[in-house]
Nanobody, 125 residues
């Protein structure tokens, strides 16, 4: 049972990049997925999430309109699209999964049970 994040790399400011979070050993359909990025040694910032119920998404103001999360159930994969990347988006990105009774998603990393390894995104010209 694991999550595998991938797709990180170098992107120019204003460019786009798609990150993937693939689950193995369990069906993502029943789980809410959160995306976070490392902002210090001990802190991760929430950048969005998608719920298991109806795929409801939530984003913080810092990325709203620039990031988009989607779910591909047949591929057991969730995507985080950086549609308009900015230099301050440079970070290691993580995906995390949890099963919430209400089928919605959460913004606090402590509420997620399973974590993938991070993938590095660098936004630079």
């Amino acid at each position: 049972v694991q999550l595998q994040a991938s797709g990180g790399g170098l992107v120019q400011p204003g460019g786009s990049l798609r990150l993937s979070c693939e689950a193995s050993g369990f069906p993502l359909y029943y789980y809410s997925i959160g995306w976070f990025r490392q902002i210090s040694d001990n802190e991760r910032a929430w950048v969005g999430c998608i719920g298991s119920l109806n795929g409801t998404q939530r984003y913080p103001d810092a990325v709203k309109g620039r990031f988009a999360i989607s779910k591909d159930n047949p591929r057991n994969t969730v995507y985080l699209q950086l549609k308009i990347a900015e230099p301050e988006d440079t970070a290691v990105y993580f995906c995390a999964a949890a099963s919430f009774v209400d089928g919605l998603c959460r913004s606090r990393d402590s509420e997620y049970e399973m974590w993938g390894q991070g993938t590095l995104v660098t936004v630079s010209s």
